[in-house]
């Protein structure tokens, strides 16, 4: 298979033209069709040579590529499939909600943190994606021109796939590439705290951290990741970080019934957060199989959530979308697995 050009910097465009024998503007033409314009192939690419194009089509792929297939559920919300490495599947989710049109991309094929409550981490780790293929999941959705906001929330653990998800990350804010804001973009992760140091210093996009309880013994049962990197860590590390006046780190919690959902942890949550400009987005659990873990009803869902206010934190209950065609991270890739 020929290298794929979407997903690289301005630099390595710059670079493999200079290889090629190409003059020295070619980088920036080639960005230019690639991240701007809605071409899929160098055919297309009308003010490169035809030597330029046919040197490019015989030495690389554009690597721009189109879902297989989507699920559109009730609610607005799509899940779309993109084939993935041997005969597996990446999910990518398109959210509109108003104003705000999110799309929520993978960054791994399945994922090794094998976090209790999760689909992708049962389905074990597969592969990394490279930068293009983060960035055609925004790329080749129909409605890639409306999307206000990225979120790096699919399967896999971005930050265990830093270098490729810095990469997408400097394509989707630079003016030569996709030129958005990275305030629009935001990364999340279980905590893996040299990674996230990381990413903090080399990316301006938002930061969410999966939390789930603020007490270490009861994360280590549902995240693995506590053992070797413990929240007392994270937090620290967040705590002496300057996010300035614009960057936002904010805290997932997903409320699991006689777990995670009682007074002490709210009070908990408060001490712990103490000192952190934050906001907590409450997640209500969608069971999947062989898991133990349920949902609390609503009452306490809400009830959780006004505590939380109450001790000064800010906090949003994120809406469920997308029930019917399994929107819940991993559980479409999987079924589409069991189906073949
Ligand atoms: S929750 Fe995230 S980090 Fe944990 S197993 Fe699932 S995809 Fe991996």
Redesign the pocket.
Known sequence: MREHLFGKTLKELNDLSVKLGLPSFTGRQLAEWLYKKEVSSFEEMTNLSLKARALLKENYETGIMSPTDVQVSVDGTKKYLFPALEGKFIETAYIPDGKRHTVCVSSQVG?????L??M??KQGFQGDLSSGEILNQYRSIPEWRSITNLVYMG???PLDNLEEVLKSLEVLTSDWGFALSPRRITVST?GITPAMLEFLNRSNAHLAV?LHTPFEEERRKL?P?QQVYPLKEVLKEIKSWDFGRQRRVSFEYILFKDFNDSASHVNELSRILQGIRCRINLIRFHPIPDTPLESPDELTINAFKDKLIAKGITTTIRASRGQDIWAA??LLSTKKLADK
């Open positions: 994922c090794k943190m094998g976090c409550f999760c992708t981490g399967m896999g653990e279980i999966s995240m990741v991270c991993g």
